[in-house]
């Protein structure tokens, strides 16, 4: 069974640039979640879709934005690149229900000059 | 609102020493409870999980116990390994996903 695929791998944009990545999750999951990881912060949640549709959010400014299609992929956008957006950027998928683990990918590091 | 509690490290041990990383945790109802483990230069993978008060989750020679009365989680380990090596993660489930981790505990173990 595939993982958790991410892409791209590593990013580098500037200030001001948005961005989108990409999250296919393990057949037959139906909740995407999102997380940044960085040093001083830790893990971070950001955002979950469930079939289709925006179940949890996280405290995140309106420039992080999430969407899910039919197949269950999910994509995320920055827009408006901080400095302070620079960081690992995970994903994980599940089932969806209260004891179902995280999958993860392995995530994209994305740098913001 | 929910939070995590994780000792924090790093925390650097011989090989066949005993691990405690405690984890504390407050949450709204009784959610399941997770521990992660994150290789370097990987993401993270499930290590184990318990979903109920006296559950014990084992995986690879860890074992943690859902401990209801003291909110806590907490990851032992009778003997580690070098390989044991990682940043380990305290997470709590909510409302279908983990809204909140741990910050992390960075395990180092030398032979």
């Known amino acids: 069974k595939a993982g958790v695929t991410q892409t791209p791998r590593y990013l580098i944009k500037t200030r001001g640039q948005q961005v989108t990545l990409s999250c296919s999750p393990i057949s037959g999951h139906r909740s995407v979640s999102w997380y940044q990881q960085t040093p001083g912060q830790g893990l971070q949640f950001l955002f979950e879709?469930?079939?289709?549709?925006?179940?949890n959010k996280g405290n995140f400014p309106g420039r992080f934005s999430g969407r899910q299609f039919s197949n269950s992929r999910s994509e995320m956008n920055v827009s408006t690149l901080e400095l302070g957006d620079s960081a690992l950027y995970l994903c994980?998928?599940?089932?969806?229900?209260?004891?179902?683990?995280?999958?993860f990918g392995n995530g994209t590091r994305l740098t913001v000059t | 609102g929910d939070s995590v509690t994780q000792m924090e490290g790093p925390v650097t041990l011989s090989e066949e020493a005993f691990l405690t990383i405690n984890c504390t945790y407050t949450a709204t109802g009784y959610p399941s409870l997770f521990w992660y483990v994150q290789y370097p230069g990987e993401g993270l993978q499930l290590l184990l999980k318990a979903t109920k008060a006296d559950d014990k989750g084992s995986n690879k020679g860890f074992e943690a116990t859902y401990r209801k009365e003291t909110t806590s989680f907490h990851l032992e380990k009778g003997s580690v390994q070098v390989s044991d090596s990682a940043v380990y993660f305290c997470?709590?489930?909510?409302?279908?996903?983990?809204?909140?981790f741990g910050k992390g505990t960075t395990l180092s173990v030398s032979s």
């Open positions: 879709y469930f079939s289709e549709t925006q179940r």
């Open positions: 997470a709590p489930s909510g409302a279908g996903t983990a809204l909140i």
């Open positions: 994980a998928s599940s089932l969806g229900q209260e004891d179902s683990p995280l999958h």
